[in-house]
Nanobody, 120 residues
Framework: QVQLQESGPGLVNPSQTLSLTCTVSGGSITTNYYYWTWIRQPPGKGLEWLGAIGYSGRTYYVPSLKSRTSISRDTSKNQVTLQLHSVTPEDTALYYC????????????WGQGTQVTVSS
């Protein structure tokens, strides 16, 4: 089973870009049929799927955030990166990286999550 570790700044100013990295160990991000997903949970709310990048490098985004979201990967570092542009306080949340085999169904592995607060 792979291990996932999120990292990034805990505080971001409004209108700036939030950038988080998910470092994967115990497996390759190019392993066939694996999808690497970003999920967040705002305070007092449920989980929200933000987007994913598949083993081929194809990306998928939730329509409501597609214009502000970019997911990429660095295969040499075995990392997946989330960028969320023009953030507002409503983007304050606990951000998770998760993986699963196939584009749907339960997730196989989760990172511990990283708290991001958007505030000036």
């Amino acid at each position: 089973q792979v291990q996932l570790q999120e990292s990034g700044p805990g505080l971001v100013n409004p209108s700036q870009t939030l950038s988080l990295t998910c470092t994967v160990s115990g497996g390759s991000i190019t392993t066939n049929y694996y999808y690497w997903t970003w999920i967040r949970q705002p305070p007092g709310k449920g989980l929200e799927w933000l987007g994913a990048i598949g083993y081929s490098g194809r990306t998928y985004y939730v329509p409501s955030l597609k214009s502000r979201t970019s997911i990429s990967r660095d295969t040499s570092k075995n990392q997946v990166t989330l960028q969320l542009h023009s953030v507002t306080p409503e983007d304050t949340a606990l951000y998770y990286c998760a993986s699963r085999t196939g584009g749907s169904g339960p997730f196989d592995s989760w990172g511990q999550g990283t708290q991001v607060t958007v505030s000036s």
